[in-house]
């Protein structure tokens, strides 16, 4: 439980800091694998904005960079 709620954590901090560049009106989930397990909370926002930028839900993609 404890590396569940780590990983959930670092999930929703990387999310939180890039939650206005999502672009509105989407529902997004979020599964972590377990590769995510001890992974720096860098290496996930990276993975995350990668995912969200191949899925066209960035705004200001390129100030993100």
């Known amino acids: ?9 670092l999930l929703r901090e990387s ?3 890039i939650e206005g560049n999502i672009r509105p009106g989407y529902d997004i989930v ?9 992974q720096s909370h860098e290496a ?3 993975c995350l904005l990668d995912a969200l930028a191949r899925s066209d839900l ?8």
Do not use: D
């Open 58 to 65: 960035l705004i200001n993609e390129a100030e993100l960079q």
């Open 1 to 9: 439980a404890v590396v569940r709620n780590r990983v959930r954590r």
């Open 15 to 17: 999310t939180r800091q």
């Open 30 to 38: 979020l599964i972590a694998r377990r590769h995510v397990v001890g």
């Open 44 to 46: 996930i926002l990276k």
